[in-house]
């Protein structure tokens, strides 16, 4: 019997040996990557979430939360203000700033200009007297703005002498043209400006500051707009006496 078991055994091995057939070599498996991650992924293979998307899906502040954030920032708004003064802004910062926004990021160019000496006069007078000759005091006799007293003020620059030759040349050039437009407007110029020729008649002509247009032109001087002074007192009128008398007032109609 075990013989024919042996056999039968035999057998089987041979003929599954015909029947299931595997290759020598293993065939070569195609690899598949996904450009995305599969989502269906079990629990427990699944990665955590990122910080960031923690806190995109986190739950709005409640009303106890915001609360306490209004008081942390009406906080830090009364430290802001009960700051000492030392940390504000100087006074000169200011006044900078303001005259940049006034004068729309130009240069400081005023039409009118002082001499190089009075400007000399106004700082000699400023450093003897400060408290007579202040700035308002300055700005109003000489007709300038405040800004350009403090300027002349504040400046602390000292030319050479081939620099002061320099400019005293262009002043005068300067004042040269300016009387010469108003010798044409029949405004009589100063001792010193007609020696230098200015308003000279050629050709044996009446100088123009002579002719029946003179003085017709307003041209403010140095003294205030509140000077008053009467008609009579420019010219007074001397008596027998030797003393000054006003001259009497004569009505309209009988002028006339």
């Given at each position: 019997?075990s013989?024919h078991?042996?056999a039968r055994?035999?057998l089987g091995?041979?003929?599954?040996?015909?029947a299931?057939?595997?290759?020598?070599?293993?065939?070569?498996?195609?690899?598949?990557?996904?450009?995305?991650?599969?989502r269906?992924?079990?629990?427990?293979?699944?990665?955590?979430?990122?910080?960031s998307?923690?806190?995109?899906?986190?739950?709005?502040?409640?009303?106890k939360?915001?609360?306490?954030?209004?008081?942390?920032?009406?906080?830090?708004?009364?430290?802001?203000?009960a700051?000492?003064?030392?940390?504000?802004?100087?006074?000169?910062?200011?006044?900078?700033?303001?005259?940049?926004e006034?004068?729309?990021g130009?240069?400081?160019?005023?039409?009118?200009?002082?001499?190089?000496?009075?400007?000399?006069?106004?700082?000699h007078?400023?450093?003897?007297?400060p408290?007579?000759?202040?700035?308002?005091?300055?700005?109003?006799?000489?007709k300038?703005?405040?800004?350009?007293?403090?300027?002349?003020?504040?400046?602390k620059?000292?030319?050479?002498?081939?620099?002061?030759?320099a400019r005293m040349e262009?002043?005068?050039?300067?004042?040269?043209?300016i009387?010469?437009?108003?010798?044409?407007?029949?405004?009589?110029?100063?001792?010193?400006?007609?020696?230098?020729?200015?308003?000279?008649?050629?050709?044996?002509?009446?100088?123009?500051?002579?002719?029946?247009?003179?003085?017709?032109?307003?041209?403010?001087?140095?003294?205030?707009?509140?000077?008053?002074?009467?008609?009579?007192?420019?010219?007074?009128?001397?008596d027998?006496?030797?003393?000054?008398?006003?001259?009497?007032?004569?009505?309209?109609?009988r002028?006339?």
């Amino acid at each position: 019997m075990s013989c024919h078991n042996c056999a039968r055994r035999t057998l089987g091995l041979f003929i599954r040996s015909f029947a299931n057939v595997e290759p020598t070599f293993a065939p070569k498996r195609t690899l598949i990557r996904n450009a995305q991650p599969s989502r269906l992924l079990h629990a427990s293979t699944a990665r955590a979430p990122y910080k960031s998307d923690q806190r995109d899906r986190a739950a709005p502040p409640t009303q106890k939360e915001a609360d306490i954030e209004a008081i942390a920032e009406n906080a830090e708004n009364a430290e802001d203000d009960a700051l000492p003064a030392k940390y504000e802004r100087p006074a000169w910062q200011a006044h900078k700033a303001a005259l940049k926004e006034k004068l729309n990021g130009e240069a400081w160019n005023p039409r009118k200009k002082l001499s190089p000496d009075t400007m000399e006069g106004i700082r000699h007078l400023h450093s003897t007297q400060p408290d007579k000759f202040t700035t308002p005091v300055l700005a109003q006799h000489f007709k300038v703005s405040p800004e350009a007293i403090r300027r002349i003020l504040k400046s602390k620059w000292q030319p050479s002498d081939e620099e002061y030759e320099a400019r005293m040349e262009r002043w005068n050039k300067r004042g040269e043209r300016i009387w010469t437009n108003l010798v044409e407007m029949g405004v009589k110029p100063p001792k010193k400006w007609r020696e230098m020729g200015v308003g000279r008649a050629r050709g044996g002509e009446r100088p123009k500051w002579k002719s029946d247009r003179r003085n017709l032109v307003h041209v403010r001087d140095s003294a205030s707009d509140s000077f008053v002074m009467d008609d009579g007192d420019i010219i007074p009128i001397v008596d027998g006496t030797g003393k000054a008398r006003r001259a009497p007032d004569i009505p309209l109609t009988r002028r006339l």
